[in-house]
């Protein structure tokens, strides 16, 4: 028999962290079974995920115990790498059946010799022993250690021939051997094992419980478990033994039944660290962090038990998952005082904690370079963080340095890349990985398709595609759900169709059915996208989970589908989903990008907890709605209780000031020098990139242009962006035209690019060049995205483009259009015809002008509304001019509001004037 050993515990709460893998072979308490006493028997708990579980004791078919002598193999075997701990057997003194002392005392030296082959792993030992038990007359004591000693090793199969000797196996024969089978995913075996000795008659003991109980836990049988939790009570077991209500309150956390964990520890006479530990971790898993905090405080003030590294870790993970700062750093304080400080499993919990929630880089990098002893685990942790502060080549150095590499570190270098925008070197790395032979997942796999989605090339796309299903990962539901994620980023709906149509409806719909939904949205396909969402629920395919209703919630939120907005906001809040965390956020974002702030503020203030995207969101939401110095009050509110901003933060923090009610450059000037000094992060292009439109915005074009040819690094398209923004906002032609061609150098196959400049040289008169510019693009075959208008009218979305005339009410459309146009022109509006082309006659621009998608959209939508009703219109890119002085007249003509979204955020027309003041 043995002693009862522990586990490592969870390190993270994240579901689909590489580390969280690696960390944890269960997120089961690895001091559950700690509080037993001397002669318990090992119950390690598994490296690899539970087979599934049998539904009843109906599926087993018990055999018949058959008497043999075990077959000895002459060859050596080799022990597994596992540490020993001795097994000590019953005591053979006093009660031997040998005749004479010289027996008695060569099965005392057998015994001696056992002890040692399990210290020392020596295989071959064991077999030595084995082979002189042959010659004697049976021992059950002496086989019962031998059973133990080979089960120590990892030989599972000559233990059992030794069991199969037996005559008459005895409770601690059947326990050791069960605990065995339940240590090396043999599970079912060991579950038959315990109903053949309960058939023989012999009962089980409470380290036998302990046994079939681990069994459980790694099959996730609750029914059995019941079964034995039944068997325990009929003899008083669970009243005098700690460690068996331990392993009960273990497989009941571990299938999810929290209350009858509770009702369990509440029962407990005793309970020890593991007691406690478990309810804790329960709590945790349920999310229930406030409860699990309670216990622990229960826990010191009323059993006084001193915390161990299981305790602190799991604390920790509370302290992430409700992203509590103040208590995390009160669990670190608290762990150094009991001297955990230098423990493995609490500094890999604390680089988690640190990485999601209240820490910078440099505790993180502190705890790491203090770290006496690193596993691989801790070297993980590490590249993930580094990772998630967007430091790629930090975390790329730390896994060159690494010691060792497994197929969770390549997994965690890879989504950070993958994380971090880095397609390419995603793809890199992927490709040496499949060179060296890595162990290629599922995880790895969804991946690289993510990286794929990133680059949007259609031709490495396919290539990926192929190797995928040449290797035979071409069925698994997630990498198809993946594949189909990918095909709709990079254009290719037809393929996407053909995965879609092909789903099994064996495997979960619903997923499918979300990624579908969403890649129509991507491309442009609105319509089909709410369409197929309404098919899914009338026939009842989709159910519309928390992922579900985030993915829909974020397509109202972009087409601006309010009405539909507000209907999975009332599902989410009947189905209990609006505690979770994405769905608020989802929501969050879906309100402000639907004209309707007042909303968004109601569901961040109603949120049980916030993220940084959380934080995110509700800045971005000002930013769309121009409101500067409310997002910048948040940006005080976010630092004043302590919420640790990420790059994103400070990107639309910077960007705030370009919309204050006055000009607070210096401010602006004085929070960007920060990034560095303050919060140790290094400015990105898009850092520079708010920066520079700051400073346009406020007219300072030749400052913001110096500070981009003094930038430490290359500058990013998405910078000189910046600056052609603020060159059209002030008009200034010959910067703009300056900037144009570093963005054509930079893009040279953007189409978007040529617009650019081909607009900038008709501006400037200049159309020999307009028009030469314009021919490049067509003999390289680049093609605008069409710039288009909608609106949404009784639940359908009506599109508009320029010059169109394929809605079915387009004559009622134009002729309206007509009668507001010469309102309009009686009003005081003048067309600005400066960017038509030259090569036509000035009614002919006017005419052009005149049937923009913005004010087709805007004359459908007065002619079906009723007067004095807002009009609502989106925009999928930049307003022009010329409409935006048009809807100015016609909010006066009609004494309507027009409320329109762009590119560039909301615009309110009321009595002629514009919320962005002309500047957008």
Not at 798 to 821: C, M, N, V, W
Request: contains cysteine.
């Amino acid at each position: 028999m043995a002693t009862v050993i522990q586990s490592t515990p969870s390190l993270t709460a994240t579901t689909t962290s590489t580390t969280a893998t690696a960390t944890s072979f269960y997120s089961f308490p690895h001091s559950l079974l700690s509080s037993s006493p001397p002669h318990s028997p090992i119950f390690h708990f598994p490296k690899t995920p539970p087979s599934p579980p049998f539904s009843s004791l109906s599926n087993f078919k018990l055999r018949k115990t058959h008497h043999h002598r075990p077959h000895l193999s002459t060859s050596p075997t080799q022990p597994l790498s596992s540490t020993p701990t001795l097994l000590p057997s019953e005591s053979s003194h006093g009660s031997s059946s040998s005749p004479n002392d010289a027996q008695n005392s060569l099965v005392d030296t057998l015994f001696d010799l056992l002890r040692l082959s399990a210290r020392y792993s020596d295989a071959q030992l064991v077999n030595a022993v084995h082979a002189c038990t042959l010659k004697l007359q049976e021992h059950t004591h002496l086989s019962n250690a031998l059973i133990s000693a080979y089960l120590k090793l990892g030989l599972l199969s000559e233990a059992y021939n030794v069991f199969l000797g037996l005559s008459c196996p005895n409770v601690v024969s059947y326990t050791a051997l069960i605990s065995g089978f339940s240590k090396s995913n043999r599970e079912h075996e060991a579950v038959e094992l315990f109903f053949r000795m309960r058939d023989s008659g012999i009962e089980p003991n409470e380290y036998t419980f302990v046994a079939i109980l681990t069994a459980c836990i790694r099959i996730l049988d609750l029914q059995l478990g019941l079964q034995v939790h039944a068997m325990i009570i009929k003899p008083g077991v669970l009243e005098d033994s700690v460690f068996v209500s331990n392993a009960l309150m273990g497989l009941y956390s571990k299938c999810g039944c929290f209350l009858f964990v509770l009702k369990l520890f509440d029962e407990m006479l005793h309970r020890d660290i593991a007691s406690w530990n478990t309810v804790i971790s329960c709590m945790v898993s349920e999310y229930m962090y406030d409860k699990a905090f309670e216990l622990f405080r229960d826990m010191q003030r009323n059993d006084g038990l001193r915390v161990d590294h299981f305790t602190v870790s799991t604390l920790l993970t509370a302290c992430t998952g409700s992203a509590s700062i103040m208590k995390g750093q009160e669990v670190h304080a608290h762990a150094i005082k009991v001297g955990l400080e230098a423990n493995l499993s609490v500094n890999n919990a604390l680089i988690g904690f640190y990485t999601n929630c209240g820490g910078g880089v440099k505790d993180v990098t502190a705890l790491f370079e203090r770290m006496p002893i690193r596993d691989m685990i801790t070297w993980t942790e590490v590249i993930t963080a580094y990772m998630d502060f967007g430091l790629v080549e930090l975390a790329v150095e730390v896994f060159d340095k690494m010691p060792e590499r497994n197929s969770f570190s390549y997994n965690a270098l890879l989504t950070g890349l993958c994380r971090n925008g880095q397609g390419s070197r995603t793809l890199e790395l992927f490709i040496k990985m499949v060179e060296e032979g890595v162990d290629l997942t599922e995880f790895t796999l969804t991946s690289v398709l993510s990286a794929c989605g990133l680059l949007m090339d259609r031709k490495i796309s396919e290539q990926i595609h192929g190797f995928i299903l040449k290797i035979g990962f071409g069925s698994n539901a997630c990498i198809e759900a993946a594949l189909l994620d990918m095909c709709t980023k990079c254009g290719k709906m037809a393929d996407a169709e053909k995965i879609f149509r092909r789903w099994s409806f064996d495997q979960d719909t619903s997923v499918i059915w979300t990624s579908m939904i969403c890649g129509y949205a991507r491309n442009g396909q609105p319509d089909e996208a709410i369409s197929l969402f309404n098919i899914s629920q009338s026939e009842g395919t989709m159910v519309v989970d928390e992922v579900a209703s985030t993915s829909v919630l974020g397509l109202c939120g972009n087409i601006g589908y309010h009405n539909m907005g507000k209907q999975i906001h009332c599902h989410a809040l009947k189905s209990g989903f609006l505690s979770d965390l994405m769905v608020g956020n989802a929501l969050l974002t879906m309100y402000s990008k639907c004209w309707n702030m007042d909303d968004a503020i109601k569901i961040f203030n109603n949120m049980p907890t916030h993220n940084t995207v959380s934080w995110n969101g509700l800045l971005a939401g000002h930013l769309f709605h121009r409101q500067g110095d409310e997002a910048l009050a948040l940006w005080s509110k976010m630092k004043k209780i302590g919420t640790k901003p990420d790059n994103v933060t400070f990107v639309l923090t910077i960007s705030a000031y370009r919309h204050t009610s006055s000009n607070l450059v210096d401010d602006c000037r004085s929070l960007f020098s920060s990034l560095k000094s303050v919060y140790d992060i290094e400015p990105s292009s898009d850092h520079y990139a708010s920066l520079v439109g700051v400073l346009g915005y406020w007219g300072l074009l030749e400052e913001a242009e110096e500070m981009i040819s003094t930038m430490p690094f290359e500058p990013h398209v998405s910078v000189w962006r910046a600056l052609l923004d603020s060159c059209r906002i002030h008009l200034n032609k010959t910067v703009g035209q300056r900037v144009a061609k570093r963005i054509l150098a930079l893009k040279p196959k953007d189409p978007s690019t040529y617009i650019l400049v081909s607009n900038l040289y008709s501006a400037s008169g200049r159309w020999h060049c307009s028009e030469m510019v314009r021919e490049n693009m067509r003999d390289m075959g680049f093609r605008k995205h069409p710039g288009r208008s909608w609106i949404i009218f009784q639940n359908k979305i009506h599109f508009f483009y320029a010059r169109d005339k394929s809605h079915p009410q387009t004559k009622d459309i134009y002729s309206g259009l007509e009668i507001l146009i010469l309102e309009c022109l009686k009003a005081g509006y003048v067309p600005d015809t400066s960017f038509v082309l030259h090569d036509v006659e000035e009614h002919q621009k006017k005419d052009f002008l005149f049937n923009h998608s913005a004010k087709l959209a805007a004359t459908y939508g007065l002619l079906m509304s009723r007067p004095g009703k807002p009009i609502r219109i989106v925009k999928n890119i930049l307003l022009c001019g010329d409409c935006h002085t048009f809807l100015k007249h016609v909010s006066v003509v009609t004494k309507r509001e027009i409320f329109l979204r762009d590119s560039s955020g909301f615009h309110c027309f009321s009595n002629g004037q514009c919320s962005c003041k002309d500047y957008w």
